[in-house]
């Protein structure tokens, strides 16, 4: 029996190959699938089942494509309503794998589909859980994101939550391994930790929302209690995964059009897609097209498009480094953003030879920043997550949260200049580049972010640890 984990960092996901005597089971595919096929022929074997824990939210999953292409069945636990052909296996329900089973364990609350899949090694014995959303590391999945699908509150949803973990999974024992679709940094739970494999008796002792002692309202009250809106995207990827998608290779072969400048310009104008830009930052700041959005390759890349962009639908020009069209239209696919109609071929020097008009970013190190606030007072923005903020943050600087900078454009000062920054720099070009596309320019980036501004004697707030607040 091989189990192996095949973790996205990105999009701190993790999905699943299970092989045995030759049977191969996938759990939670990523959109691009020849990795799992490829592996499988490698190991001389062959894809028997695609496990599917619920309908993602957070990712297109690939198990439409993957089915297509080998004849393996997808399975859904009770109550999954997709529009393709699938299995829709009951509550219990076993399926051999070589010598092994894989035990369908319906576990609704963070979605009413939402299932376990329980691995019993070939003597029958329990051996691990792919407990999808419904069990992470340290915390459970959010149950606000099938409100509408399960006509449910999401007090109702944690309440049944909260069964499915006490009548289902604690009852399993203690060396059971548990596998979690996601880890830390994930928008689908709130307290992950980082690690992504633990046993489930170590859960039991550290994970919040697994307390003996705990009642049926206090976990509602705890699972609930400051929970963010879910990114806009959500939604859309949630359709994508109950009725289909197109196939990656389709999304790879028009994404990877190679337009001249010119071509690129025209593109641009006629089609309204938006240019997006994604090399490193530092490159970003220097020079870029008018009113292009920077989210770079190098952070949370695709996480922040689904928040920023929001609409899959919409059509999308690339500026990349060189060689780098490819990784970037894969990622985006992921989300579910198949609309790439083409990058600028050369990248941003073509563009530049080309004489066309280009913009950059005015940027500070920390120190001429921290001077600046000290002597003239000017304004500070700080674009980190307010929990960041409130743990700690420059004296009288205003939070304006990246994954809402929409709703405070009003508060930006209108001539007087003022500096925008984030933890480390990669956010704050990214709210740089969407305020400039909205006509506001009296910027100015500071380089490092928080993490420089604190070492250069910047007044901060004292600190307060986040897992209190």
């Not at 691009?32 to 592996?39: A, D, L, M, N, Q």
């Not at 149950?143 to 944690?158: I, V, W």
């Not at 690690?195 to 705990?214: F, H, I, P, S």
Request: aromatic share 8%; net charge negative.
């Amino acid at each position: 029996m091989k189990i192996e984990q095949i973790y996205t960092g990105c999009l701190a996901q993790g999905a699943y190959y299970i092989e045995s005597n030759g049977e191969v089971a996938i759990i939670d595919p990523l959109r691009e699938v020849g990795p799992y096929i490829k592996r499988a022929a490698n190991d001389k074997a062959k894809i028997k089942y695609i496990f599917e824990t619920h309908f993602h939210a957070d990712f297109v999953s690939g198990h439409v494509t993957l089915s297509k292409e080998t004849g393996a069945p997808i399975i859904y636990g009770p109550l999954a309503n997709p529009s393709f052909e699938a299995i829709i296996a009951k509550d219990g329900q076993e399926f051999k794998l070589g010598e092994i089973t894989i035990k369908v364990v319906h576990t609704p609350g963070h979605t009413m589909e939402s299932s376990t899949f329980l691995l019993k090694d070939k003597n029958g014995k329990d051996h691990a859980i792919f407990s999808g959303d419904t069990l992470f590391l340290g915390d459970v999945g959010r149950p606000d994101l099938a409100q509408k699908a399960a006509d449910m509150t999401q007090e109702q949803l944690a309440g049944t939550l909260f069964d499915s973990l006490r009548t289902k999974l604690m009852p399993l024992a203690d060396d059971v391994i548990v596998y979690p679709a996601h880890g830390a940094g994930s928008a689908c739970g709130k307290n992950m930790m980082k690690e992504t494999v633990d046993t489930l008796g170590n859960q039991k002792k550290m994970n919040y929302a697994l307390r003996a002692d705990m009642t049926r309202d206090e976990f509602i009250k705890e699972v609930t209690d400051g929970l963010l809106p879910p990114p806009k995207y959500f939604p859309l990827n949630v359709k994508m995964n109950k009725e289909g998608y197109e196939d990656f290779d389709e999304v790879l072969e028009r994404g990877t059009t190679a337009l001249t400048p010119d071509a690129f310009e025209v593109a641009a104008n006629e089609t309204g897609a938006i240019v997006l830009d994604v090399r490193h930052q530092n490159d970003f700041v220097k020079g870029h097209i008018p009113r292009s959005i920077f989210i770079g390759l190098n952070g949370d890349f695709a996480p922040w498009v689904g928040a920023l962009i929001a609409d899959v639908d919409q059509p999308l020009l690339l500026v990349t480094p060189d060689g780098k069209e490819e990784e970037a239209i894969t990622r985006l696919s992921r989300v579910g953003f198949d609309g790439t109609i083409g990058f600028l071929k050369g990248g941003f020097e073509a563009w530049k030879k080309a004489a066309k008009d280009y913009d950059t970013i005015t940027s500070v190190p920390a120190a001429e920043a921290v001077a600046a606030i000290k002597a003239k007072h000017t304004p500070v923005f700080d674009v980190r997550k307010e929990t960041e903020y409130l743990s700690e943050h420059v004296k009288n600087a205003e939070n304006t949260p990246l994954s809402s900078l929409n709703d405070y454009l009003t508060e930006f000062p209108e001539k007087e200049t003022f500096f925008v920054h984030c933890a480390g720099g990669y956010r704050s070009v990214i709210a740089a580049s969407i305020l400039k596309s909205r006509g506001i320019h009296n910027l100015v980036d500071v380089a490092g972010g928080f993490a420089a501004l604190k070492a250069d004697g910047a007044e901060v707030t004292d600190y307060v640890c986040p897992t209190t607040l």
